[in-house]
Structures are given as C-alpha cells and as structure tokens.
T-cell receptor, first 112, second 117 residues
Framework: DAKTTQPPSMDCAEGRAANLPCNHSTISGNEYVYWYRQIHSQGPQYIIHGLKNNETNEMASLIITEDRKSSTLILPHATLRDTAVYYCIVSSRGSTLGRLYFGRGTQLTVWP | GAGVSQSPSNKVTEKGKDVELRCDPISGHTALYWYRQRLGQGLEFLIYFQGNSAPDKSGLPSDRFSAERTGESVSTLTIQRTQQEDSAVYLC???????????????FGPGTRLTVL
C-alpha cells in the first residue's frame, strides 16, 4: 500500500487559503488520493478525492501533480471551523480490501 | 437519519467486563468498517464487512474482539474481558459498495468512546 507523508502541523490566517501538501511517491496507477479531516472529538469527515485530474467541490480543491507523486489540498477561504487534523490517504488494493490507512495527518490551526 | 450512527456515544466499564458497541450504517451501504483510535493516535483498522460476511478481519487485535453484522445493516463490535489498553474511540464507517473499489468513499460515524477503568 502506498504510504503518504504530510507535515505534522500548519497554521493559516482566517480568510486566507490553506494549502496542505502530501507526498505519495509510491502510488500506483489505479490508486486514488483521498482527503479526510477530523475535528476534535468527531469522526473523520470525507473532503474530496481524485485520480490524476484536479478536482473541486464545495469544500475544497485537490491539485495532483502530473507524475501523481504529490498532491495539495486547498481550502480557499479558511475559517476557524476548519481547524482539524487533515489526512491524505491512498486507497488500499489487493487482499486488504476496503481498508483505509490513516497516518498522523496534518494539524491545521486557523487563527483569527 | 442520513449518516452513520453509533451507540453508545460513551461507555465506561470495569476491567474484565464485556462490552458491545453498535453501528448503524447509511441505508443501502453494503460495506461496513470498524476502526479504533487511541488518544492522540491515528486510526487503526479492525475489520471490514461486505454484506454480512467479513473478508478482512486482520486488524482485530486479539481473540477478545469479535464483530458481526446482520441483515446487511447493523453491526456490533464485542470486546470480551476488557483491558485498560482497550480504551479508545471506536469508529464505524460505511460505503456503498466496498470490495476494494478505489472510488468507494467511506463515511464515518461519530464514534463510541470506551473507557476501561
């Protein structure tokens, strides 16, 4: 399973864009990149996922490099409620059907 | 309810007692997952159901842990003879199809916080 590397923490001013990087250099061709976040004391919340094209939804944008070895999650106008741990995950294949591998993630702190 | 629900939200038990944790997945979701999250740690996979069968139980930490799912709906995670190291938040997720489809999004419940005294 592809592993991901994220910075342990980042901060961002309220109203500014938050850009969260993720490295996944061993990703294989048919694996997707997923982003989840976990606000304190809550279950993880799905944000967005993609294969190789950039994706955008109402929560965020996902930019995946052409070689697919890294990606960036962009929260265009961060608010205090976006303070959370953000997890970058590459989908699991093979015998370990279905499971998601959560690493330590990035603690994003949005300050006023 | 539109989301995954779990009960109880909090459970305090004494060492050696058995506990049952319940998960109600999103209606129509055939895949169901249990994870564990210790304080300050990431999520740890426990078991995965496709329908009522469990093709992947590899994450269950010991034979004190078991899970079942009935009617392709509700699942219960049972921990027998609880130990203090079992204290954690137990999270349940469901997805529409499962079976390792890489585009199948998992949606999580709020979790059950288990404290073993």
């Amino acid at each position: 399973d592809a592993k991901t590397t994220q910075p342990p923490s980042m901060d961002c001013a309220e109203g500014r864009a938050a850009n969260l990087p993720c490295n996944h250099s061993t990703i294989s061709g048919n694996e997707y990149v997923y982003w989840y976040r976990q606000i304190h004391s809550q279950g993880p919340q799905y944000i967005i996922h993609g294969l190789k094209n950039n994706e955008t939804n109402e929560m965020a944008s996902l930019i995946i490099t052409e070689d697919r070895k890294s990606s960036t999650l962009i929260l265009p106008h961060a608010t205090l409620r976006d303070t959370a741990v953000y997890y970058c995950i590459v989908s699991s294949r093979g015998s370990t059907l279905g499971r998601l591998y959560f690493g330590r993630g990035t603690q994003l702190t949005v300050w006023p | 309810g539109a989301g995954v629900s779990q009960s109880p939200s909090n459970k305090v038990t004494e060492k050696g007692k058995d506990v049952e944790l319940r998960c109600d997945p999103i209606s129509g979701h055939t895949a169901l997952y249990w994870y564990r999250q210790r304080l300050g740690q990431g999520l740890e996979f426990l078991i995965y159901f496709q329908g009522n069968s469990a093709p992947d139980k590899s994450g269950l930490p010991s034979d004190r842990f078991s899970a079942e799912r009935t009617g392709e709906s509700v699942s219960t995670l049972t921990i027998q003879r609880t130990q203090q190291e079992d204290s954690a938040v137990y999270l349940c997720a469901s997805s529409l199809q499962g079976a390792g489809l890489s585009t199948d999004t998992q949606y999580f419940g709020p979790g059950t916080r288990l404290t073993v005294l």
